[in-house]
């Protein structure tokens, strides 16, 4: 079993920056792609941004140029640091470990225009 914790969410001015973090336990996550989606209201899931173990990331085209995906394979962490932020990017965040289909609970970002 994995767990998954998001942190880092808030309410922001359009153009703020936030980071999120995701902080893994129960297994090391160093060998796992992990990945950030997002879900706003009335919205499917979507994928934001992934990366592999290796450090190879992928970012939706909504995303590339203003998010970046990370991670500390000794802290167990993920992050995402959004820079940039626009209205549309308010939604609720998770991070996966995208083979093993766990989830966290996800963080809130409000981005106000």
């Keep these: 079993q994995v767990q998954l914790v998001e942190s880092g969410g808030g309410l922001v001015q359009a153009g703020e920056s936030l980071r999120l973090s995701c902080a893994a336990s129960g ?4 060998n796992y ?7 706003a209201p009335g919205k499917q899931r979507e994928l934001v941004a992934s990366i592999t173990r290796g450090g190879t990331t992928n970012y939706a085209d909504f995303v590339r140029g203003r ?17 940039s932020l626009k209205p549309e990017d308010t939604a609720v965040y998770y991070c996966t470990l995208i083979a093993l289909n766990y989830w966290g609970q996800g963080t809130q970002v409000t981005v106000s225009s």
């Design 27 to 30: 297994r090391s996550i160093s």
């Design 33 to 39: 792609v992990l990945g950030w989606y997002r879900q």
């Design 67 to 83: 998010f970046s995906i990370s991670r500390d394979n000794i802290k167990n962490t993920l992050y995402l640091q959004m820079n």
